[in-house]
Antibody, heavy 123, light 106 residues
Framework: EVQLLESGGGLVQPGGSLRLSCAGS????????MSWVRQAPRKGLEWVSS????????YYADSVKGRFTISRDNSKNTLYLQMNSLRAEDTAVYYC????????????????WGQGTPVTVSS | IQMTQSPSSLSASVGDRVTITCRAS??????LNWYQQKPGKAPKLLIY???SLQSGVPSRFSGSESGTDFTLTISTLQPEDFATYFC?????????FGGGTKVEIK
């Protein structure tokens, strides 16, 4: 069974940093792209970032470009999201998701998703 | 690409036929996915490529397309279908989601 388990969320002050992790199991981790999607309280879904299976290609939403860095360690079957210069508007539950393909490709889809880890940016 | 989803909420009864629409701001071919999210849970893939049913998803769910308009239909609403539904385009980056449709019990 494919499973994704996020960790690393918490309370952080504005301007601070946090690193999220997502451990994958039940599939060949390096053969699939991975993505992060967030959901602010009582709001919709916002795609944040994606990474190819090798880690060589990355994509970011404009709202996080230059502040967030996606990476992966295929030897540990783990996806990361390093979040710097955090703002109040980054407050959300962060989900990791497995892509259908090795690289982000038109026609891609996300399945499954992890259970999410909450991030609160507040002083 | 903007994804406009409607309605934002609806009330329906068990057994009803429910239709949710998502309109893309430009052509996305059939690169449109539908997800279901229950309170406090992660989204779950229902439909990919506009009309392909994900494995394990009940056949009462179906998707269709007409140009830049996409529709998710629940043929006979079941108690477990009360949830929020989101569409997603994966034609181009940034990948974007519709605003969601909350299906509530009438």
């Amino acid at each position: 069974e494919v499973q994704l388990l996020e960790s690393g969320g918490g309370l952080v002050q504005p301007g601070g940093s946090l690193r999220l992790s997502c451990a994958g199991s039940g599939f060949t981790f390096s053969s699939f792209g991975m993505s992060w999607v967030r959901q602010a309280p009582r709001k919709g879904l916002e795609w944040v970032s994606s990474i190819s299976g090798s880690g060589g290609t990355t994509y970011y939403a404009d709202s996080v470009k230059g502040r967030f860095t996606i990476s992966r360690d295929n030897s540990k079957n783990t996806l990361y999201l390093q979040m710097n210069s955090l703002r109040a508007e980054d407050t959300a539950v962060y989900y990791c998701a497995k892509d259908r393909y090795l690289v982000v490709t038109p026609g891609d889809w996300f399945d499954p998703w992890g259970q999410g880890t909450p991030v609160t940016v507040s002083s | 690409i903007q994804m406009t989803q409607s309605p934002s909420s609806l009330s329906a009864s068990v057994g009803d036929r429910v239709t949710i629409t998502c309109r893309a701001s430009q052509s996305i071919t059939n690169y449109l996915n539908w997800y279901q999210q229950k309170p406090g849970k992660a989204p779950k893939l229902l439909i990919y490529a506009a009309s392909s049913l994900q494995s394990g998803v009940p056949s009462r769910f179906s998707g269709s397309e007409s140009g830049t308009d996409f529709t998710l239909t629940i043929s006979t609403l079941q108690p477990e279908d009360f949830a929020t539904y989101f569409c997603q385009q994966t034609y181009s980056s940034p990948l974007t989601f519709g605003g969601g449709t909350k299906v509530e019990i009438k």
